[in-house]
């Protein structure tokens, strides 16, 4: 694998995390518990969708086979979607949503304020944009994930179902191949080996204060990062990519 | 009419720029003072409205009874003297 072929994965990742989650979570469009936090979800579903277009952007002109973000979003089958697993997953219940977005978030506050350092200027551009938004939706996470577990024993009883039944989807956002190690070396990618302490320490402390008990550390899922999804993801892709797969090149 | 079971209501005064007055910008629910001003920052800052919020809890607001209005307002309407109509105005100066 050359260094190009690497950051052309590298980008493409970066970009399919963002445009899957995105897609869940505008589903909760008119779905919300109330007005507010409709926006507030769809806000962060455009927040997604701009990083997902960038780094779609990025990764199209690093591969120079002239594919712009469209025909990376629209024109790929599942196996060529390298997303985390966790991503896909539906939405389930609104603390299910919440307890996703704060696993997620909070992993993306330490990647993107690493990020920031890459010697690869465009990344580190997109990083330090995206950390400003991504600081927003932890602390939305947080609040929501805190109130829901300190709250009801209803609401309590859903968080945890949802940190117990996400748990293993949390191991491979810190997985590293052999791209992500030849990019190390030059500075560019981010050693997500280092990351995994902070975040622990961090969900660990906000569970506490959401009285939510860590989940004992087991199997983790694994197969996104290598474009092995599970069922879920292909039917997202065909809602996604209905119309420029049955109107090629269609335009308005 | 089913009682309204969103949570409190909170006003929102959104400031434009720095300096600017803070200008109500409409009403959401919130159950507390974070959520109240994440989502006054959710609903009415998203195209880049302003700078700095105020979140006020609805019930904190004394309003004036519309049963009132004659014996508040009314006066004023015939005291011609109390606008400073009757001075030159300088050259230029507008926001007066």
Redesign the interface.
Known sequence: MTQQQALYNYALRLGDNSLILSARLSEWCSNAP????D??LT?MALDLIGRAQAMLKYAGEVEGKGRTEDDLAYRRGERDYYNHLIMELPNGDFAYTMVRQLFVSTYELFFFEELQKSTDATLAAIAAKTLKEVKYHH??AK?WVI?LGDGTAESNARVQKAVNALWMYTGEMFEMDHADTMLLKEGIAVNTDNLKLGWIQMVTQILALANIDLPADGYMQTGGRKGIHTEYLGHILSEMQYLQRAYPDATW | MTADN??DVWEVFMQSKPGANYIHAGS????DK??AL??AR??YS?RGEGTSIWVVPSSAIVASNPEDNGMFFDPANDKIYRHPTFYVMPEGAKAI
């Open positions: 109330f007005l507010e936090e926006l507030a806000n602390l939305h609040d109130r | 969103q949570l959401i629910h919130a159950s974070q959520m994440q989502n959710d609903t998203r």
